[in-house]
């Protein structure tokens, strides 16, 4: 948009500037020619004159008028007598006596004028004029009869005058070239003017863009200035009454959330304990097996509301991201799961990068709950004897990539579009199943931490899950998600 109204504004000063300045430039340009043309015309008139003179102090007027008007003009001078062949004393001969313009100065008596192009004008503009003799020999008008018996002056010559017009061009690039690079600079100020009037009159809008950006990105508490003219004002409280609405409902459903999954933990916790105590006292295997599922259950139940509390603490964002060891931070959750992953003779290894490698920001536990999930699901699909390998390494100046590999049995495409959809729930080759909200609270918890996540196939087979984690207070650098997600989404 700023760029629109600049562009409409500088054009709105071309117009004008051409509206007033092309005019007078061509003014000033045939003025030039008409008072150049007049001049020399003036003075080839003149010359011919002291020519039809005829005594010799106008002849040798006319000789250092002659000398002069080389000297002074980029102009010469020439002539013809009436013959057309001999010389005009004391004018120098022409080149080619007999064209067209000295055919008509000779034979008709007119002058001619030619510029050399239609365009502007040539290299010379020639004037030729007729001389015609004034007096005879007893100081007497010379005269002859006309075509039609009227008297008339007697032609003895003709005089040409060629001058010059590379001064003309001269002062014709000054008349266009000053108000050239005057236009230039005209619109150049109009431009920087224009662009500080359009961002004034854009500021508004540009402050409300950053709060719908920062509103989507799940900022909630972003709100806009009430600034600008009258309309984007009430756009700026309509949006603002809005946001602390909306706000308003997600930070009750949040704490609904969050209490609710909270006070389930005890009876749920109390629920399981009297199950355990049914099954050690019930000897009936049928009895028994009822019992293992309805505990079955209560597990799953107490996992979805642990989940839920910890999707509700991670939208909160209740905690800034810190600089972490993510290697140490690795190899310690690497720990604590080998156990359960030798149990099924699952090898975990740790790949990468080990030396230099820089702090990652992240909130305190965030990473270990990103690290617990995704391992969780890599070991639920992966079969007996496989291999879950671990790799660090440096992706940019600012950023470290963290992939999990399995080796399971791959996904469909509508498994994959749908892989951190809330409550979508994979099945592992353990046959367990878990609360769907594992892939959920991971990408949460990277993405509020200034990092992304993505899906994609690991070499051989099974699944990459690629974590892009931020080293510096720079904005995300984003791996653009695709679809695609673990066997089990918990």
Same mark, same amino acid.
């Given at each position: 948009?700023?760029? !629109?109204?600049?562009? =409409?504004?500088?054009?709105?000063?071309?117009?004008?500037?051409?509206?007033? *300045?092309?005019?007078?430039?061509?003014? @000033? *340009?045939?003025? @030039?020619?008409?008072?150049?043309?007049?001049?020399?015309? !003036?003075?080839?008139?003149?010359?011919?004159?002291?020519?039809?003179?005829?005594?010799?102090?106008?002849?040798?007027?006319?000789?250092?008028?002659?000398?002069?008007?080389?000297?002074?003009?980029?102009?010469?001078?020439?002539?013809?007598?009436?013959?057309?062949?001999?010389?005009?004393?004391?004018?120098?001969?022409?080149?080619?006596?007999?064209?067209?313009?000295?055919?008509?100065?000779?034979?008709?008596?007119?002058?001619?004028?030619?510029?050399?192009?239609?365009?502007?004008?040539?290299?010379?503009?020639?004037?030729?004029?007729?001389?015609?003799?004034?007096?005879?020999?007893?100081?007497?008008?010379?005269?002859?009869?006309?075509?039609?018996?009227?008297?008339?002056?007697?032609?003895?010559?003709?005089?040409?005058?060629?001058?010059?017009?590379?001064?003309?061009?001269?002062?014709?690039?000054?008349?266009?070239?000053?108000?050239?690079?005057?236009?230039?600079?005209?619109?150049?100020?109009?431009?920087?003017?224009?662009?500080?009037?359009?961002?004034?009159?854009?500021?508004?809008?540009? %402050?409300? #863009?950053?709060?719908?950006?920062?509103?989507?990105?799940?900022?909630?508490?972003?709100? =806009?200035?009430?600034?600008?003219? %009258?309309?984007?004002?009430?756009?700026?409280?309509?949006? #603002?009454?809005?946001? /602390?609405?909306?706000? *308003?409902?997600?930070? =009750?459903?949040?704490?609904?959330?969050?209490?609710?999954?909270?006070?389930?933990?005890?009876?749920?916790?109390?629920?399981?304990?009297?199950?355990? #105590?049914?099954?050690?006292?019930?000897?009936?295997?049928?009895?028994?097996?009822?019992?293992?599922?309805?505990?079955? /259950?209560?597990?799953?139940?107490?996992?979805?509301?642990?989940?839920?509390?910890?999707?509700? !603490?991670?939208?909160?964002?209740?905690?800034?991201?810190?600089?972490?060891?993510?290697?140490?931070?690795?190899?310690?959750?690497?720990?604590?799961?080998?156990?359960?992953?030798?149990?099924?003779? &699952?090898?975990?290894?740790?790949?990468?990068?080990?030396?230099?490698?820089?702090?990652?920001?992240?909130?305190?536990?965030?990473?270990? %709950?990103? @690290?617990?999930? &995704?391992?969780? #699901?890599? @070991?639920?699909?992966?079969?007996?004897?496989?291999?879950?390998?671990?790799?660090?390494?440096?992706?940019?100046? /600012?950023?470290?990539?963290?992939?999990?590999?399995?080796?399971?049995?791959?996904? =469909?495409?509508?498994?994959?579009?749908?892989?951190?959809?809330?409550?979508?729930?994979?099945?592992?080759?353990?046959?367990?199943?878990?609360?769907?909200?594992?892939?959920?609270?991971?990408?949460?918890?990277?993405?509020?931490?200034?990092?992304?996540?993505?899906? !994609?196939?690991?070499?051989?087979?099974?699944?990459?899950?690629?974590?892009?984690?931020?080293?510096?207070?720079?904005?995300?650098?984003?791996?653009?998600?695709?679809?695609?997600?673990?066997?089990?989404?918990?």
């Amino acid at each position: 948009m700023i760029r !629109r109204l600049i562009l =409409s504004y500088v054009a709105l000063v071309a117009v004008a500037l051409a509206a007033f *300045t092309v005019p007078v430039a061509f003014t @000033l *340009t045939a003025q @030039l020619r008409g008072d150049t043309e007049e001049s020399v015309r !003036r003075e080839a008139t003149t010359m011919a004159l002291l020519l039809g003179d005829g005594d010799a102090p106008a002849r040798q007027a006319l000789a250092r008028m002659a000398r002069a008007y080389a000297d002074e003009t980029p102009g010469t001078v020439e002539g013809v007598a009436a013959d057309g062949r001999g010389e005009l004393e004391p004018l120098s001969p022409p080149a080619r006596p007999g064209d067209p313009a000295f055919d008509e100065a000779l034979r008709h008596g007119r002058t001619t004028v030619d510029w050399g192009s239609r365009l502007v004008w040539g290299p010379e503009l020639v004037v030729t004029v007729p001389v015609f003799a004034r007096r005879d020999g007893s100081g007497a008008p010379d005269t002859a009869v006309g075509e039609r018996g009227a008297p008339a002056e007697r032609i003895v010559g003709a005089v040409r005058v060629r001058y010059a017009t590379a001064d003309l061009t001269d002062r014709l690039w000054r008349i266009w070239g000053f108000r050239a690079i005057l236009a230039v600079g005209v619109l150049a100020v109009a431009a920087g003017l224009g662009a500080i009037v359009a961002r004034l009159l854009t500021k508004p809008l540009r %402050q409300l #863009n950053d709060m719908a950006s920062r509103f989507g990105d799940g900022d909630l508490t972003a709100r =806009s200035p009430v600034t600008g003219p %009258q309309e984007t004002q009430t756009l700026a409280r309509t949006l #603002n009454q809005g946001a /602390e609405r909306l706000d *308003t409902l997600v930070a =009750s459903q949040r704490i609904f959330v969050a209490d609710a999954s909270h006070q389930l933990r005890t009876p749920l916790t109390a629920l399981r304990l009297s199950l355990d #105590n049914i099954a050690d006292g019930v000897d009936d295997e049928f009895v028994r097996e009822d019992v293992d599922q309805a505990t079955a /259950e209560v597990v799953r139940m107490s996992r979805l509301v642990s989940g839920l509390l910890v999707l509700a !603490r991670a939208e909160a964002k209740v905690s800034a991201p810190e600089p972490l060891a993510l290697r140490e931070l690795v190899e310690e959750r690497l720990k604590v799961w080998r156990p359960a992953a030798d149990e099924r003779g &699952v090898t975990i290894v740790l790949t990468g990068e080990a030396d230099d490698l820089p702090r990652v920001l992240a909130g305190p536990g965030n990473l270990d %709950q990103v @690290l617990d999930n &995704v391992l969780s #699901n890599a @070991l639920e699909v992966s079969p007996d004897r496989g291999t879950i390998t671990v790799r660090i390494e440096t992706g940019g100046p /600012e950023e470290v990539i963290l992939e999990v590999l399995d080796q399971g049995p791959g996904m =469909s495409a509508a498994e994959q579009a749908r892989a951190f959809d809330r409550f979508w729930r994979g099945q592992g080759l353990t046959g367990r199943s878990g609360s769907g909200l594992g892939l959920a609270i991971v990408r949460q918890l990277v993405t509020d931490d200034g990092g992304g996540v993505a899906l !994609r196939d690991a070499p051989g087979g099974g699944l990459c899950v690629r974590i892009l984690l931020r080293t510096g207070a720079e904005g995300p650098r984003w791996i653009s998600p695709r679809p695609g997600a673990p066997r089990s989404g918990g």
